[in-house]
Each structure stands twice: as structure tokens, then as C-alpha cells.
């Protein structure tokens, strides 16, 4: 059995704006021993927004999304990744892989027959999750994309480069502090939120391995699996797509988001988001939400 820790239900009490409980899978085939917290509300006949998150975030992101797209009357889906929010962190950092988190997906997607989904993600959230679909099409009928890339191997850039360094040299930083540094107008209380899942440094083994999984390199795991998925959107993909870009990001910048946007043939105009940075959900989420929505006609 992998070992692991469970960040204790005490750190969850009280969060600002998230009031639902999450629901806890402990079968995923493949994860035997491992329990995967997923937040899953509205109507079960109704179609699915899967809200995916990326690093050093959890579910937690969303909370300015969800109650749009509840109230629309969708059933909205917001796992948080083994290693991130309530689900479990395995302490090796060996054990996280990029097939480890997109395996732990399709194996949600799967327990949960989960189909109509709306694919809502970014950064992390995107790398993986945009993968997916490719696999499944019957399942996935529209992608909202925000600030995240394909991993094809192919370089990096200077604000990423500075985010990798420092996970590498600051293994135990300050998790609410650098929230705040990128999103400033969090409270302290939703700054806290974030770092909740985190006690201390042993429950971090998930978030320090991210920055070094992400796909610079032509030979890096991953790599073959993405650039698949750009070649099955450039030419298969039949659903809707919209994307919103916080322009203020240095780690996945408007550059590179209007890459993606060519690569994933999404025609209709992105919603730029001027005062946003790489955390669009948290600066502009109820907007971004409110336009997808729109955009959609769900």
C-alpha cells in the first residue's frame, strides 16, 4: 500500500464561501488504498460541468463558478487531485506521475458515468484534462479553457522557469502568502483556505512534484498523449468551445494562450480578462462563468 497522509477534517471547517461536502472515493480501479474527494452537486440528470484545478490549488478554486453554474441548473463536478484539497497525499514524490493524475481521472469520469461534461480547467486542470477527451468523445460535449497549455515538450519561459526554481528551493513556503502575492485581492481567511490542506511539509509531496512533471522536454511522459490530443481537436473534435485568458499571467501568457486557442480551433473570441492573472477563476470567476454559460446556451 502507497503511504500516504489525510489532512484532517478540522482543517476544513469554516472556509469562506464553500459550503459543500464532498463526496469521498475510495474504488477507483488502479488506486487501491487511496480515497479521492470530489465535490458533486446539482441535479444527476443534468449536464455536467467537470471543473478541473492545477498546482498549488484544490476544488476550493472554483467557489465563485459554482453557484453560476448551479443555478443554471447544472450538476457541477470539482475532484481535487490525490495530493491537492481533501483527497490523499501519498508521501513519495515518486508516486506522482503524469499517468498517475490523468489515470485517476478517467477512473472518476468512469465511476461516475459521467457524460454531457462541459471540461472547465486550467493550468494543471488543462494539461491533463484536455488529454482526456480524445479518449472518450461520447462523453464530453464543450471545454472551457482558462490560462493553461498542452505539455508537447517543447521549451519553457522565464516566469515558469522562476515558478519551477522555486518549488525546488522552497519546498515548505508559505502557501496563503503566495496566493495573495498572485491573487491580491484575497482575504486573509480565503488566502488560508488554500494553504488548508497542507499542515506541514509532509502533505506536500503532490504540489512540490508538479512544477517538475510539467512537459518542457520532447522526452517527458506526457508529451506523446498531448500532442495526440492537439492533433484529435485540430481535426475531430465536434463540440463547443470557449476560452477566457487572464492577460495579466507570466507563467501561460496571452502568447501562449492564443496558441492554444489556434491549436484547439476555438473560433469564438476568447474573453480577455484585463485585471486577471494566472488564477482567473479566483479574479474573475462569476464573469467568466456567466459568459461560458452564454456562450453555450446551457
Known amino acids: ?154 521549451g519553457s519561459t522565464d516566469g515558469f522557469d522562476a515558478w519551477r526554481q522555486y518549488h525546488r528551493d522552497n519546498p515548505d513556503y508559505d502557501m496563503a502568502t503566495l496566493m495573495q502575492r498572485y491573487c491580491p485581492s484575497l482575504t486573509e481567511a480565503e488566502a488560508a483556505a488554500y494553504a488548508a490542506p497542507f499542515p506541514d511539509v509532509t502533505y506536500r509531496a503532490g504540489v512540490r512534484r508538479f512544477p517538475d512533471l510539467v512537459m518542457t522536454e520532447p522526452d517527458m511522459e506526457g508529451v506523446e498523449i498531448s500532442k495526440s490530443a492537439a492533433r484529435w481537436f485540430g481535426s475531430d473534435w465536434q463540440g463547443d468551445s470557449f476560452m477566457a485568458v487572464g492577460m495579466k499571467d507570466r507563467l501561460i501568457t496571452p502568447f501562449l494562450m492564443g496558441r492554444m486557442r489556434a491549436m484547439l480551433k476555438i473560433k469564438r473570441e476568447p474573453l480577455f480578462v484585463s485585471h486577471a492573472g494566472h488564477f482567473v477563476q479566483e479574479e474573475a470567476g462569476e464573469d467568466v462563468a456567466r459568459a461560458a454559460l452564454t456562450a453555450f446556451g446551457v
Open 1 to 154: 500500500m502507497t503511504e500516504m497522509l489525510r489532512t484532517p477534517e478540522t482543517r476544513f471547517t469554516d472556509l469562506p464561501d464553500w459550503p459543500w461536502r464532498p463526496h469521498y472515493h475510495a474504488d477507483l480501479p488502479g488506486y487501491a488504498g487511496l480515497q479521492m474527494a470530489c465535490v458533486d452537486e446539482g441535479p444527476r440528470d443534468a449536464p455536467v460541468f467537470l471543473c478541473l484545478h492545477g498546482q498549488p490549488t484544490w476544488g476550493y478554486l472554483y467557489r465563485k463558478m459554482m453557484p453560476v453554474f448551479l443555478d443554471a441548473g447544472l450538476r457541477v463536478v470539482v475532484p481535487d487531485l490525490f495530493g491537492f484539497g481533501r483527497s490523499d497525499k501519498p508521501t513519495g514524490l515518486s508516486t506522482y506521475t503524469y499517468d498517475f493524475h490523468r489515470q485517476s481521472l478517467i477512473a472518476l469520469i468512469e465511476r461516475l458515468d459521467l457524460r454531457d461534461i462541459t471540461l472547465v480547467c486550467q493550468d494543471w486542470g488543462g494539461i491533463l484534462g484536455l488529454t482526456i477527451p480524445q479518449d472518450m468523445p461520447q462523453r464530453f460535449s464543450r471545454i472551457l479553457v482558462m490560462n493553461t497549455v498542452l505539455g508537447l515538450g517543447g
